[in-house]
């Protein structure tokens, strides 16, 4: 499968414009209360989340800072995994499958290959 190298920036600026966008979503659902969100109490832990989805996601997906914004996006996936789904309790669940937390370890890994590559394509800043 040789002649698909070719195609890898296309296919990485597309994983990252998709993933940016659909990590506003989420910013969204919690900030604006749209596509059947909630709005968390300003300056709750869940509103600061909000801010770094819905604004992270935007940057992530226009290309603008890209590294700065998924690494802390990487890193918001990673303590919502520990503390919403792990949660550090006895009996709880450390596998993503049991405990519902495979889309937060998934954006976790994919925005820390992001911070790692930059830009690369399709972006406001391409060099980034």
């Avoid at 300003?42 to 890209?66: K, N």
């Avoid at 550090?88 to 820390?112: D, M, R, T, W």
Wanted: charged content about 15%; some cysteine; glycine content about 12%.
């Amino acid at each position: 499968m040789k002649f698909l190298t070719k195609y890898e920036d296309h296919a990485y600026a597309l994983l990252r414009i998709v993933a940016g966008t659909l990590f506003a979503f989420h910013g969204a659902q919690k900030l604006l209360g749209i596509l059947g969100g909630f709005r968390p109490p300003v300056a709750s832990q869940l509103w600061y989340a909000g801010i770094i989805e819905l604004f992270g996601g935007l940057l992530i997906a226009l290309g603008v800072g890209t590294r700065i914004a998924a690494i802390i996006a990487s890193g918001e996936m990673a303590v919502a995994y520990f503390q919403a789904h792990w949660k550090f309790q006895l009996g709880s669940h450390f596998f993503p499958v049991v405990n519902k937390g495979e889309l937060a370890v998934l954006y976790c890994f994919i925005f820390l290959l992001i911070a790692t590559r930059g830009t690369v394509k399709w972006g406001l800043t391409p060099k980034d």
